[in-house]
């Protein structure tokens, strides 16, 4: 999330296709050139989905989002 235009970077579960959103967590504006780490614990007892919305500033000047992703069960 580094540049002058940087949005938001969402992310939200469902337990169905279609059904609504759950926020778990949401980085809003420019962080700099670094990476950085978030942990989000997913207490869902069901099967669901995990939605990752990368939203746009005003212009067009920035990166949004470089990134992985590592799911474990506990």
């Not at 778990?24 to 420019?30: A, F, G, H």
């Amino acid at each position: 999330m580094y540049g002058y235009d940087i949005g938001a970077l969402n992310v939200y579960t469902r337990t169905f296709v279609g059904g609504p959103l759950t926020s778990i967590w949401s980085q809003k504006s420019e962080k700099g050139d670094i990476w950085l780490r978030a942990k989000i614990p997913l207490k869902v007892g069901q099967p669901f989905q995990v939605l990752i919305e990368g939203v746009r500033g005003a212009g067009f000047e920035g990166i949004l989002l470089k990134i992985s992703f590592f799911f474990f069960n506990f």
